[in-house]
């Protein structure tokens, strides 16, 4: 059974830094793209990130060169460093799979993905 499992939110104030880390079993976590992906209240779950199984990468607008997704397929987890956060980068933050995917992350929508964590909440302050 798949299953995913997001850590690392927190509360932060405007500038700081987190680390998010989505811990996958029950399949075959290199072969897949990992994504994540954030929903803030009364608003639409965008795409934040993605990352292929050759390690190509692709990033929301806004969050480009602040944001940064890897993955360890050692460890079979998938994490997003996030820098110099903004009080609009709040929101929960989800992780998604899929066994194939393209770039950029903005031409998927959550319904491309068939697995889902159950999100971690990430709140900044001014």
């Known amino acids: 059974q798949v299953q995913l499992v997001e850590s690392g939110g927190g509360s932060v104030q405007a500038g700081g830094s987190l680390r998010l880390s989505c811990a996958a079993s029950?399949?075959?976590?290199?072969?897949?793209?990992m994504a994540w992906f954030r929903q803030a209240p009364g608003k639409e779950r965008e795409g934040v990130a993605l990352?292929?199984?050759?390690?190509?990468?692709s990033y929301l607008d806004s969050v480009m060169g602040r944001f940064t997704i890897s993955r360890d397929n050692a460890k079979n987890t998938v994490y997003l460093q996030m820098n110099s956060l903004k009080p609009e980068d709040t929101a929960m933050y989800y992780c998604?799979?899929?066994?194939?995917?393209?770039?950029?992350?903005?031409?998927?929508?959550?319904?491309?993905?068939?697995?889902w964590g159950k999100g971690t909440q990430v709140t900044v302050s001014s």
């Open positions: 998604a799979e899929r066994i194939a995917c393209w770039h950029p992350i903005a031409a998927m929508v959550p319904t491309d993905f068939g697995y």
């Open positions: 029950g399949y075959t976590y290199s072969s897949y793209c």
């Open positions: 990352i292929d199984i050759a390690g190509s990468r």
